[in-house]
């Protein structure tokens, strides 16, 4: 082998190394965006939206509240709208299980207020929004 030719050959390996390390970083990013833009990776947080409605006669929903299985940590939403079925919207963390329930105001007697059980929420969802509507 030549003077030449050997002195070219660490230079050779070192631009070979260099752009394997740019195609790495190039198609890892490439992978990264394309996940996260497709939903193939669970956001952290999901933004609840949808109806609450109390079965009782002549009640409204006042709020919802969220209760975390894992944690004990409540998440309220206050109903919106003022009537029966009402609104609400909430952001919750994702991979949790929740019970839920709604808490109810008499229209009559607006002294008279109760909470109801409306279920249980299992959050584990690709979608970083969501619509779910509540009875109780």
């Known amino acids: 082998m030549s003077e030449q030719a050997s002195k070219k050959s660490p230079n050779r390996k070192i631009a070979m190394v260099i752009a394997v390390v740019v195609i790495v970083i190039i198609v890892g990013v490439a992978i ?5 833009t ?3 990776i669970k956001p952290s947080q999901v933004t609840l939206t949808g109806t609450i409605t109390t079965t009782g006669a002549n009640t409204r929903p006042e709020k919802i509240t969220f209760t975390s299985v894992k944690t004990g940590y409540t998440y309220v939403a206050t109903a ?32 008279i207020s109760g909470d109801a059980d409306a279920g249980t929420l299992n959050l584990n969802t690709f979608q970083s929004s969501i619509t779910e509507n509540w009875a109780g």
């Open 32 to 36: 990264y965006y394309i996940y996260n």
């Open 38 to 40: 497709v939903g193939i």
């Open 80 to 111: 919106s709208g003022g009537g029966n079925p009402a609104t609400y919207t909430i952001t919750l963390p994702n991979g949790d299980t929740y019970t839920v329930s709604i808490h109810w105001v008499n229209t009559i007697l607006s002294i």
